[in-house]
Each structure stands twice: as C-alpha cells, then as structure tokens.
C-alpha cells in the first residue's frame, strides 16, 4: 500500500509581511510547487522531496480549497540555490542514499524550517527581552507556556508580547457550491 498522494493547486503570489503563513517580506515573489520546479529545472516530485528534506526553505504557507497545505518559496533564494554549484548534484541525477533513506522514513522538515524561520525573523523584529520571550512562546501551546512560566502574572504579561498563531482562514468554498449559491 503505497503512501497518501498530497496535491495542491501552486500560486505564484506576493504576500504582505506577517500575513497568515504568507512570505514576511513585502514585495518579495513567493511561488508554489509548481513554478519552483520550473525555477530550478527539476521536476515537481523532485522540488518536493528536495523541500521535505529541508535544503528548501519554506517561506510561507496557505490552505487551499482542499485542506491541503501549499508551501510557498521564495523565488529569489530558490534561483540561488540553483546556481550553487555545490548543489548541482542533488538537482540532477539519483538522489544520493543517504537522503533517500530519509525520505523513505517520511521525513518533512517543512514545517520545521518554516517555523524556525517564522521565529528567527519575529526575534529579528522584537525590541527588548519580553518581546524576544514572547516571540519564542508563540511557538508553543498554552499548556506548554503555563509550564515554563509558572507565575501568573509573567504569564499574563508575556501574552501580551506572544503573537498569535498564523490564520489558516477558512478554505474557498468548492465550485460546485459556489456555482449552487449563484443558481439560488
């Protein structure tokens, strides 16, 4: 029995800073799948075992009508990762085993990295030490707060500095009802 096939419909968009899981730099070209193979000259399944192995680097996400994450890359960082020499060889040709290997336990370090990267750019906008905790607790669940914190009143304190999780907003309603609310 082979693993669940995950599709999602790409977008090549510009996001607006700190918008839901979108990139967090303004103006910046952020791209789906699709058009990131296109970029480096890979095909898609490629593009995608390349990201979940972490040597792409998500910078945002979005839900798409589907439920279905579509990570979204910088246009930019994946042109120079093309023209890296070094990387030459896992653009082409059998994927080394070691990374293989990897893959085939399941590996998906894309969360990981978008969340590492999400952290490392509120720490770069925070401007003092409760900003800079609070960025690190934005990242863990209200349980997980309570138990590092245990002083109420710190924990009320730093919530006020803890951003809130990324909106997945709610998915696009499906055609088939959009084309029913139209006919009603």
Known sequence: MSAPRTTAHDATTTREPGLDGGGDWPGERVVGTT??????????ARFTRLARLGLLVPAGFRVNRHHAVVWLYQAEELLLFA???????????????????LLDTGVDLRPRNWRSR????????????????GAVASLLGPPHVAEAVRDPHDR???????????????????PR???WRKNS
């Open 118 to 133: 999400r952290l490392g750019l509120m720490l770069r906008r925070a401007d003092g030490p409760w900003a800079r905790a």
């Open 156 to 174: 009320r304190h730093l919530d006020r500095f803890r951003r809130p999780p990324p909106s997945r907003g709610r998915a696009p309603p499906a």
């Open 83 to 101: 023209s890296d020499e070094g990387n030459a060889s896992v653009l082409t040709g059998r994927t080394p085993g070691n990374l293989r290997g």
């Open 177 to 179: 009802r959009r084309a």
């Open 35 to 44: 058009e990131g193979a296109a970029l480096l000259g890979v095909p898609k």
